[in-house]
């Protein structure tokens, strides 16, 4: 049976124009058990904030302040991802190609942790088991409370709570797998070409490509 997985952006702020392109591709993941949800309901957020994790928000639209709270999506989407095998999250600079080739079910469920990166949890790409565990996973970190609170972006989901992860894998206690399934050009990709749900890099098939370095004023492909 096919794994269920659902990928969560949480957004404050004006969406990008290229938005209506970043959904159309997010359509060819379906067949492959993927599923997406855009939360931008602000003053909701913040509330489930104080409600689940105990703590006061500071979170200004317009920055990436939401990414800190990334290690704690299982909680503050608990419903949401009732019935789903995996949850995770990704950003709107990205493409998709043909993910299951590149990470098919059979391979993914022996993971608790899929980051897509060498040695860090990715923004971009990082799918989570449902379970109870790897939810709370966040509270391990002594400090994700002054993380959560502090209204400038720290980024410690890709610092400190990485090496937590790291240590609890090498604990035995999750099994994370890193990979780097992606094409990675801080130049503009003009090399990019997508076909039948297929992602190629100057021609080399890729299953994802991050466009942050060139920040584009529009989507890299307009033919998905």
Known sequence: MMLKKLMIICWFGPYPDYLHNWIANMEYLKPMGYDYLIFSN???????????????????????????????????????????????????????????????????????IWSNHHNYICGPWTLYKNNDFTKNIYKECPNWKKYMEDPTPSGWVEGEFSRVIDRLHSESKINRKYTFFQGYNPAIDTNLTFKNGVLYDLGQEIFMFHFNRSKPKKYPIEDI
């Not at 913040?46 to 994790?53: A, W």
């Not at 590149?102 to 993971?111: C, G, I, Q, S, T």
């Open 42 to 112: 602000l003053e909701l957020f913040e509330k489930r904030v104080r409600e689940r994790l105990g703590i006061e928000p500071c979170i200004i639209p317009g920055t990436g302040k939401p990414w800190d709270y990334r290690a704690a999506l299982g909680v503050l989407f608990e419903e949401e991802i009732k019935g789903y095998d995996y949850y995770g999250h990704t950003d709107f600079d990205c493409l998709y190609g043909e993910v299951n080739k590149w990470m098919p079910d059979d391979e993914l469920k022996r993971f608790d």
